[in-house]
């Protein structure tokens, strides 16, 4: 089942033509917000080079996961 969203607000407006596969690859400075130097930081701190390496972070998907639960009654 083909699905499709519309990342545009998520996105600075050089990559919101780009294909899922090509922002995935994007440097985090790709997301709508975050600066060069905020993605150097982010490369120093936790080794995030790519929007990929940030989704896939242990550290930003266990604080996800904890403000999910919160939101939603957990405890």
Do not use: C, H
Not at 38 to 52: P, S, Y
């Amino acid at each position: 089942m083909a699905v499709s969203a519309n990342l545009d607000t998520q996105l600075d407006k050089e990559w919101e033509s780009k294909s899922l596969t090509e922002i995935l690859e994007a440097p985090v400075s790709a997301l709508a917000g975050v600066t060069d130097a905020d993605g150097d930081r982010l490369r120093e701190a936790f080794n995030i080079r790519t929007v990929a390496d940030l989704g896939r972070n242990n550290y930003f998907r266990s604080a996800y996961a904890m403000t999910m639960l919160a939101d939603t009654g957990g405890k």
